[in-house]
T-cell receptor, first 115, second 110 residues
Framework: GAGVSQSPSNKVTEKGKDVELRCDPI?????LYWYRQSLGQGLEFLIY????????KSGLPSDRFSAERTGGSVSTLTIQRTQQEDSAVYLC?????????????FGPGTRLLVL | GQNIDQPTEMTATEGAIVQINCTYQ??????LFWYQQHAGEAPTFLSY????GLEEKGRFSSFLSRSKGYSYLLLKELQMKDSASYLC???????????FGRGTSLIVHP
């Protein structure tokens, strides 16, 4: 069956440019998470969507970061005016939603390099 | 706040047993997850514990002590393919958002 997909797989951009990262969750999953993972670091929570509720944006590191989820499915993470410290792997995960015990299914990630 | 600690790196021999520890501090416990992440790949689910005790699943087992804020992942009959990072994660109290530890990089050698 189809898992979580992300695009692009890799993105190289210049400092100051905007980038958009896309996540397609597993069909029917109402919960969607974005994380960032820098080399040798753990997963840093960015934002969480659950159904039609207002997203939890408490992990976004600055106002250059934003995300939306259209139609309760596909999500886009946008980073404006990228900085070199934004270089990391951006991971998306989805779960069926509703309880804290649910397994998260991760996508393969987008490797972002800001030059 | 939330704090999760795990060793940075461990090494073990093929065929041996290894125990990876995780200690946590959280307000409002909602269970503890272990994920496996091979280099360059996404994390995949291994186990979830919400009650005290040992949960066994094939070569992998996970233990939880809520009173001690402590969990471990036990890997038996180690194989080379078990070389990976093992992430401990605890959902924030009153939330479904897990906080992940930095992960323990396990190196299995012949």
């Amino acid at each position: 069956g189809a898992g979580v997909s992300q695009s692009p797989s890799n993105k190289v951009t210049e400092k100051g440019k905007d980038v958009e990262l896309r996540c397609d969750p597993i069909s029917g999953h109402t919960a969607l998470y974005w994380y960032r993972q820098s080399l040798g670091q753990g997963l840093e929570f960015l934002i969480y969507f659950q159904g039609n509720s207002a997203p939890d944006k408490s992990g976004l590191p600055s106002d250059r970061f934003s995300a939306e989820r259209t139609g309760g499915s596909v999500s886009t993470l946008t980073i404006q005016r990228t900085q070199q410290e934004d270089s990391a792997v951006y991971l998306c995960a989805s779960s069926s939603g509703g309880t804290a015990s649910e397994t998260q299914y991760f996508g393969p990630g987008t490797r972002l390099l800001v030059l | 706040g939330q704090n999760i600690d795990q060793p940075t790196e461990m090494t073990a021999t093929e065929g041996a047993i290894v125990q990876i520890n995780c200690t946590y501090q959280t307000s409002g416990f909602n269970g503890l997850f272990w994920y496996q992440q091979h280099a360059g790949e996404a994390p995949t689910f291994l186990s979830y514990n919400v009650l005290d005790g040992l949960e066994e699943k094939g070569r992998f087992s996970s233990f939880l002590s809520r009173s001690k804020g402590y969990s471990y992942l036990l890997l038996k009959e180690l194989q080379m393919k078990d070389s990976a990072s093992y992430l401990c994660a605890v959902p924030r109290g009153g939330s479904y958002i897990p906080t992940f530890g930095r992960g323990t990089s396990l190196i299995v050698h012949p």
